[in-house]
C-alpha cells in the first residue's frame, strides 16, 4: 500500500518538476527575446515591423516548449 502511494508521489513530483522547469525556461527565453527586441527597436526605429514580427515568432516558439511541457506533465 505505502509503495503504490510512493510511487504516485513520485510520478506526480517529476511531472510537476518537469512543468515547472520548463515553464521557468520559457519565462527566460521569452523574457530575453523581448530584451533583445526593444534593444534593437532602440537602435534602429526603422526597422519596428521586422523586429516586432520576429521577435513574436521567436516568442511562440520558446511558449510552444512550455505548452509541451504541460502535456507531457499530464501524460506521464
Do not use: D, H, S, W
Not at 26 to 37: D, N, Q
Amino acid at each position: 500500500m505505502n509503495t503504490m502511494i510512493l510511487a504516485e508521489a513520485a510520478t506526480a513530483f517529476n511531472g510537476a518538476f518537469a512543468l515547472g522547469f520548463a515553464g521557468a525556461g520559457a519565462a527566460i527565453g521569452i523574457g530575453l527575446i523581448g530584451l533583445g527586441a526593444t534593444q534593437a527597436i532602440g537602435r534602429n526605429p526603422g526597422a519596428t515591423g521586422k523586429i516586432l514580427m520576429l521577435a513574436i515568432i521567436g516568442m511562440g516558439l520558446a511558449e510552444a516548449v512550455a505548452i509541451y511541457a504541460f502535456i507531457l506533465a499530464f501524460i506521464g
